[in-house]
C-alpha cells in the first residue's frame, strides 16, 4: 500500500513549463473570458493523458460540508490530544491519479485514508506543537494539473472554495480567534495555499488579518516576485524565527539538468533553505541537518530516522542536496519525478529541522520580546 500511495504522490503535477505559461495566463484573462464547468461539458482533459470527456452533472461530487466532523481529517491515535496555543490549517498534496475521476470525492474511504496519511508523514511536525485542522477537499486529478489554472480552471476552484469555506468555518468555530495560526501544505496543496493567499484569502486580505499568521510553510511549490506584486502582504521567511512570512522549496540532487525535471520548480522563485532558514547560496553541511524521518506503513509509530542526512545548498532556483547518507530512501519511483527530483521527500530530508522551526517560530510569535534579547 505504501507503494501505492508513494506512486500517487510522485505522479503530481506534469507541467512545468505548462505551469509557467498557466500563470501567466490566468492573471492576464479578462473578466469576460472566464470559463465555467458548463464550458468543459464534453471536453477530455488530462495531460499527459485526458480523462473520460468531463460531464459536470457526473464527474462533480458533492461539496464537503464543514459543520460535519466527516468532513475533516481526525488525528492519528499516536497524536498528541493536548490543547496547543497555535492552530495549524492542513492542504493535504494530491493523492487523486486513477484514470477517470476529475475531482476527489470526500466521501471515497480509500481517498481519505490515503489523505490521512499525509498527516503522519508529514504534517506530523507540527504534532505536539500545534492543533490540526485538517479540511478534506475536492482536489484535482493529477492529469488535469497542469491546466489546473487555465483550461481546467472551473474545476480546480471547486477545490478552492471548499477550502475557502473550510478556513471560515475553521475560523469561527475551531479556532475563534483565540489562537495564532500556521498555514502549511505540500505540493497541490501548497499550489491552493499559494493562489488563495495572492487573492486575499487565508489571512492576506489585510495587514491587520495577516499578523494573526505565524507563518506559511508553502513547501514543493514556487512563489516568484510577481506572486508578490500580485499581492504585496506576502514576504518570504528571511530568517528562522521570522513570522508573519512565507517557507518554500523544491528539493533535488546536484546532476546536472535537475532543476529543469522539476515540475514544480518556477524560474525566478524564492528558495530557502531549511537548514539554516536562509535564501542566500551559503552551503549547510550535513551536520546541521538535525535527521531525516521516513514512515513506513508496515511500522507508522516507529518511522527510520536518520540524523545527518544531507547537505543542502539554494542553487538556481532549488533546494540541492549532497552528501546523502542512505540514498535508497529516495528511490525514484516514475517519470514525472525521475531519479534526483525528490519532491516526494521535501518535508522527509528535513523532518527534524522543519520540527525544531516550528517550535521557534510558534515561541517568536508569542513572546517576540524574549527572541530579540536573545
Not at 160 to 182: C, M, T, V, W
Not at 291 to 299: I, R, S, Y
Request: hydrophobic share 35%; net charge negative.
Amino acid at each position: 500500500m505504501n507503494i501505492i500511495i508513494n506512486l500517487s504522490v510522485a505522479l503530481l503535477f506534469v507541467f512545468a513549463v505548462l505551469f509557467t505559461c498557466c500563470n501567466t495566463t490566468v492573471s492576464t484573462r479578462k473578466k469576460e473570458d472566464v470559463l465555467t464547468l458548463e464550458d468543459l461539458r464534453g471536453k477530455e482533459l488530462g495531460i499527459p493523458q485526458t480523462l473520460p470527456p468531463f460531464d459536470p452533472d457526473r464527474d462533480v461530487p458533492d461539496a464537503p460540508d464543514y459543520t460535519s466532523r466527516e468532513s475533516w481529517l481526525s488525528m492519528p491515535a499516536n497524536f498528541s490530544s493536548e490543547k496547543q496555543p497555535v492552530d495549524v490549517f492542513w492542504v493535504y498534496p494530491t493523492i487523486l491519479s486513477d484514470n477517470s475521476t476529475y475531482l476527489m470525492d470526500t466521501s471515497d474511504p480509500d481517498l481519505r485514508a490515503r489523505a490521512y496519511w499525509t498527516l503522519v508523514e508529514q504534517a506530523s511536525i507540527f504534532d505536539g506543537q500545534a492543533n490540526i485542522y485538517a479540511p478534506l477537499y475536492r482536489q484535482n486529478n493529477v492529469k488535469i494539473n497542469p491546466l489546473m489554472l487555465t483550461d481546467a480552471r472551473p474545476i480546480f476552484d471547486l477545490g478552492q472554495h471548499d477550502l475557502i469555506s473550510a478556513f471560515d468555518y475553521f475560523l469561527k468555530n475551531f479556532n475563534r480567534g483565540e489562537r495564532p495560526i500556521i498555514l502549511a501544505a505540500h505540493s497541490q496543496g501548497s499550489v491552493r495555499v499559494v493562489e488563495l493567499s495572492k487573492s486575499g484569502e487565508l489571512l492576506t486580505k489585510d495587514s491587520e488579518s495577516l499578523k494573526r499568521l505565524v507563518a506559511a510553510y508553502v513547501i514543493g511549490y514556487s512563489i516568484t516576485p510577481s506572486d508578490l506584486e500580485i499581492n504585496p502582504l506576502i514576504r518570504i521567511s528571511e530568517n528562522p524565527t521570522d513570522t508573519g512570512c512565507f517557507i518554500t522549496y523544491n528539493t533535488i540532487s546536484d546532476e546536472e539538468g535537475k532543476e529543469k525535471e522539476g515540475p514544480t520548480i518556477i524560474p525566478g522563485t524564492f528558495v530557502v533553505n531549511p537548514l539554516n532558514w536562509s535564501m542566500d547560496t551559503e552551503f549547510a553541511p550535513a551536520s546541521m541537518n538535525i535527521e531525516a524521518v521516513f514512515f513506513k506503513h508496515e511500522h507508522p509509530e516507529n518511522p527510520d530516522r536518520y540524523p545527518n542526512f544531507a547537505a543542502a545548498q539554494v542553487s538556481g532556483n532549488a533546494l540541492v542536496i549532497t552528501d546523502i547518507k542512505n540514498p535508497k530512501e529516495l528511490p525514484a519511483t516514475s517519470v514525472t519525478f525521475p531519479k534526483g527530483v525528490y519532491h516526494m521527500y521535501d518535508y522527509a530530508i528535513f523532518y527534524g529541522n522543519l520540527r525544531k522551526n516550528v517550535g521557534e517560530r510558534i515561541r517568536s510569535y508569542l513572546d517576540p520580546e524574549k527572541e530579540i534579547s536573545r
